[in-house]
Structure formats: structure tokens, C-alpha cells
């Protein structure tokens, strides 16, 4: 079974940063895309970013420059640092997980990390 445990959300006053982590557990199976959404009440989840397997990143214009997404691979986490916060960044961030288990592709979601940004 794989389970996403996400944490570092929270409470930050515009222009602060946040560090947000999502760490994968369980076995049997080797991890490739790693990525981060965010979804705000009423709304459809929006995308924020993406590394792949070999590194590469691509992220969403909203916070391209703001912020950026890596991974550790031997922790099996994957991180979203976020700078120069503002209010519109506040949202349920979640973070999903592509990988490989006996040879078959399959998408893992996190729980949620709420990200609440004040004026």
C-alpha cells in the first residue's frame, strides 16, 4: 500500500515563505513524476508544478519565479518551496505521485496541506 503524508502548511503573512513536503511510504515500487496542485473551495484543482524523474521541472505561471519543486529521492519526498507568498496563493495544496508497482503505472494523492496567506 502507498500512502503520501504531506505537511508544512500554515499560516504566513504575504511576502513570507513556506516549505511544503509530501513523503511517499510503502514498497515495491519506484516513483517517477512528482508533482504539486492546489485547489481553492468551489474551484478545480490547479496544477502548480512538476519534476520528473531525471530532475526536470515546469512549473505553472502563477508561481513560476515563486517557487520551486525538488525531490529526495532516498527519502522518497518531494518539496515545494514557496517565496514572496501572496493571498491568492492560499489554497489546499496537494501534492501526487506517479510511479511504477509490479509494472504498472499508477497516480497516488496527498491528503492536503491547507497554505492560507494573510494581507
Known amino acids: 500500500q502507498v500512502q503520501l503524508a504531506e505537511s508544512g502548511g500554515g499560516l504566513v503573512q504575504a511576502g513570507g515563505s513556506l516549505r511544503l513536503s509530501c513523503v511517499a511510504s510503502g514498497s515495491g515500487f519506484s516513483i517517477n513524476a512528482m508533482e504539486w496542485y492546489r485547489q481553492a473551495p468551489g474551484k478545480q484543482r490547479e496544477w502548480v508544478a512538476l519534476i520528473t524523474s531525471g530532475g526536470s521541472t515546469n512549473y505553472a505561471g502563477t508561481v513560476k519565479g515563486r517557487c520551486t519543486i525538488y525531490r529526495d529521492d532516498a527519502k522518497m519526498t518531494v518539496y515545494l518551496q514557496m517565496n514572496s507568498l501572496q493571498p491568492e496563493d492560499t489554497d489546499v495544496y496537494y501534492c501526487?505521485?506517479?510511479?511504477?508497482?509490479?509494472?504498472?503505472?499508477?497516480?497516488?494523492w496527498g491528503q492536503g496541506t491547507q497554505v492560507t496567506v494573510s494581507s
Open positions: 501526487k505521485i506517479r510511479l511504477t508497482k509490479y509494472g504498472l503505472l499508477q497516480e497516488y
